[in-house]
């Protein structure tokens, strides 16, 4: 009987403990938002301008930063404090990528030209989960968190060529006569998974026991190696012309290593291969949200 007391007097201890540890540990969801600059880019040189006469010719060129990572951001999360001081942090975001402009003009003695807009702009789908360290002030509480970014998304490069053609007309009035002839051309890479770190300083602001505001300064620090690409749209002066490419024109396969043997003939049904390469999508922004606590 004693034993049998002395057990039930150890399970209600246990069970009071345990209640108690609960009850000093705080789940929340958050919900935020905000934008993100450039952070670390590649460097990408570009004709502005390039014109040819007679055999000479000059031309004009800009060295201009791409990184993907800048754009609108949405994120959701959910998060565990162990004590005041000490959690954890789970938190799914979007991104969707600002677009950025290279143009060129060429120019040549016979007449032609050619305008040139290439567009990068991209998305991604980032999970994060991270340690969140706060000071576990009652009102206004800094906090800090690092974690790790793993992403994955798409990279679209859109091509907008005009061309101008100017000949002499045989025929009277023997006025010149211009053709221009616009193509676009839109290739979406994506594929693969994305790694990297994300670090965050910001403040909460607690408006009663379930609500609180909080803005943070978020660093990212990712880059992406997209596994294929494909030509996803393709016209002429307005009209679709996708289907007059062949697969190994319009899909591309990016590997680690591959062999090119010019004695093999490749088939147009297979996609073209090419090697990896990492593409930026660092950024450092600001963020402002809400959270619940439960």
């Not at 000071?135 to 859109?158: E, Q, R, V, W």
């Not at 676009?184 to 693969?192: A, C, H, I, Q, W």
Request: aromatic share 14%; hydrophobic share 35%.
């Amino acid at each position: 009987m004693k034993k049998s007391l002395l057990k039930t007097a150890l399970c209600l201890l246990v069970i009071t403990m345990i209640i108690s540890n609960l009850s000093a540990q705080k789940a929340y969801l958050s919900f935020n938002a905000g934008y993100g600059l450039n952070l670390g880019s590649i460097t990408y040189n570009n004709y502005v301008s390039y014109q040819i006469s007679n055999t000479n010719y000059t031309s004009t060129n800009e060295s201009k930063g791409l990184s993907l990572g800048k754009g609108f951001n949405i994120c959701g999360a959910f998060g565990y404090m162990f004590n005041k001081n000490i959690g954890t942090e789970l938190g799914i975001s979007y991104l969707f990528g600002a677009s950025t402009i290279f143009t060129s003009n060429y120019y040549y003695l016979d007449g032609t030209s050619t305008y040139l807009n290439k567009t990068y702009s991209s998305n991604m789908l980032r999970f994060n989960p991270s340690i969140i360290i706060t000071s576990g002030f009652n009102k206004l509480n800094p906090y800090a968190k690092l974690g790790l970014i793993i992403g994955t998304g798409s990279i679209i490069i859109d091509y907008e060529d005009k061309e101008k053609y100017t000949t002499g007309n045989p025929n009277p009035p023997y006025n010149n006569i211009v053709t221009d002839t616009i193509f676009f051309v839109s290739n979406k890479m994506n594929g693969g998974l994305a790694f990297g770190f994300n670090a965050s300083v910001g403040v909460i602001y607690k408006l009663n026991d379930k609500i609180s505001l909080f803005g943070e300064v978020n660093m990212i620090n990712l880059c992406y190696a997209p596994t294929k690409g494909e030509i996803v749209k393709y016209t002429k002066n307005g009209q679709d012309i996708l289907s007059t490419l062949t697969t190994h024109t319009k899909e591309t396969e990016y590997v680690d290593i591959y062999n090119y043997d010019p004695s093999i003939t490749n088939s147009t049904d297979v996609p073209t291969k090419s090697t990896k390469f990492n593409m930026p999508f660092g950024s450092i922004g600001i963020n402002l949200g809400i959270r619940f606590n439960f």
